[in-house]
């Protein structure tokens, strides 16, 4: 294809600089620490904006009952066509159209066929419930209480499993430039002993035994890629992206270490969100034994009503005002207004239960995840010291077998000791920074504030 004009020529190739460019960025790892992922995951997570409209949704159903207090007001059209002789008679009256005469004229007991259009305006009021529009919008705003500290409690676990993610992704692409320096490592080994080899310095087995751990390591290589990516997509998933966004991570330091006593983690436990979720329901469960009691007190209300009355269907010739005030009382129901109360306590009681169980639950799982945190902290200090007895055994041993006091294959033992010491430290130094995260959100605190 030919471009005929020069500013086409340009055009396109300023499109296609943008489409690359913007390709190119897209490729690009996105930078990310473990604060600012925790902060996107509180914003974007699913689970948060379920518990976003969740709590949007019980703030309404407050306002809904507050507005049963309020004047119900309905505007209805009838259309009556009828030749009941009661109703055509009160019809006829009510549009105002009876004539005495006509009525001496007629026989009452055989109308002929009346059409009437009714335009009727009501309104009601509830003066007295019982106490069943009071209990109902105290439960509410119970409800509405539980529901924001949900909010709460789902930002805090949205925050740890993006940080649980980027913990794990971070380990990934550690363990895969371990491996890739490992690999190097032995790649130079395996020159090294080929040199030797030509010399008559070492066995041609000794440099087999170099080459199969080079493949084993480009082996375990390809594998962590594929773990890299898998871990990739958990993040960007935990974090509402798309699955194909690649990240570069800062690195992760070990935690401080854990100087705050078990007591401590238990006193901040009393405050978790969800428990105090637990709670607001609770209370809100314990106002219905109240509301159902409303069946025993009488209801009052007042009603006013005005209607348009024609023989055609919003017709204004015949027009009436009522105004009634209705008391109503429940004398007998069966038993079932006594039996919802007794219900209504039962569930009360399994509901108290239900929340002592779980404060003695989140107890539990506090102490589980101290000692946890308490055993990864330690588990990473006996690690890094192994590392780095590991580090200076692998120079002592690359430097005895160039001077050619130990062979190929101690050498390669060494590297191999260095790797999984590296390996374990990676391990342990990770899962003590996640382990001190659970430990955050176990004692009702922030994930961020274990950082």
């Known amino acids: 294809m030919q ?46 904006k379920a518990a976003t409209a969740h709590q949007q949704a019980a703030a309404a159903r407050v306002e809904q009952a507050k507005g049963f207090r309020l004047p119900s007001v309905s505007l209805q059209e009838v259309f009556i066509s ?62 509405a209480e539980a529901a924001a500290s949900r909010r709460t409690r789902a930002g805090d676990e949205a925050a740890l499993a993006a940080a649980e993610a980027y913990v794990m992704l971070e380990q990934a692409q550690e363990f895969v430039a371990l491996l890739e320096r490992a690999r190097e490592t032995v790649a130079a080994h395996v020159e090294l002993a080929r040199a030797y080899e030509s010399q008559g310095m070492v066995v041609s087995s000794e440099v087999m035994r170099a080459e199969v751990e080079l493949a084993r390591l480009e082996d375990m290589l390809a594998k962590a890629r594929g773990d890299t990516a898998v871990a990739a997509a958990n993040l960007a998933f935990r974090l509402g992206a798309e699955l194909g966004t690649t990240w570069e991570l800062a690195p992760i330091a070990a935690p401080p270490p854990l100087n705050e006593e078990l007591s401590s983690w238990l006193d901040s436990a009393a405050t ?93 799982q506090v102490k589980q995840a101290f000692e946890e945190a308490r055993t990864a902290s330690l588990r990473q200090a006996t690690a890094a010291r192994a590392l780095a007895a590991a580090r200076e055994a692998e120079r002592i041993t690359e430097e005895r077998f160039r001077a050619g006091i130990v062979k190929m294959i101690d050498l390669l033992d060494a590297s191999t000791a260095r790797r999984e010491a590296e390996t374990r430290e990676l391990v342990a130094r990770t899962e003590a920074v996640a382990a001190r995260l659970r430990l955050a959100v176990a004692a009702g605190r922030a994930p961020e504030s274990a950082l």
Do not use: C
Not at 123 to 141: C, D, H, W
């Open 272 to 364: 978790r969100p969800d428990f105090k979720a637990a709670e607001s329901l609770l209370r809100a469960g314990e106002l219905e034994a109240s509301v159902r009691r409303a069946a025993f007190y009488p209801r009052v209300g007042v009603v006013a009503r005005g209607e348009l009355v024609d023989d055609v269907p919003f017709g204004t010739r015949g027009r009436s005002a009522t105004l009634m005030a209705v008391a109503s009382l429940n004398l007998f129901a069966g038993g079932s207004d006594r039996a919802a109360v007794a219900a209504a306590r039962w569930e009360a009681q399994a509901g108290r239960e239900d929340v002592e169980r779980f404060r003695e639950g989140i107890k539990l």
């Open 82 to 143: 009828t030749d009941a002789p009661a109703e055509a008679f009160a019809l006829k009256l009510n549009q105002e159209r009876f004539s005495f005469a006509d009525f001496l004229t007629s026989d009452p007991n055989n109308p002929a066929r009346l059409e009437t259009g009714i335009t009727r305006l009501e309104a009601q009021l509830p003066l007295y419930t019982g106490g069943e529009l009071s209990g109902r919008i105290a439960q509410a705003k119970h409800a």
């Open 3 to 48: 471009w005929k004009t020069p500013g086409l020529r340009v055009a396109a190739g300023a499109v296609l600089l943008l489409t690359w460019n913007a390709s190119t960025a897209a490729a690009q790892p996105r930078p990310l620490t473990l604060t600012e992922a925790m902060a996107q995951a509180r914003q974007a997570a699913w689970e948060v």
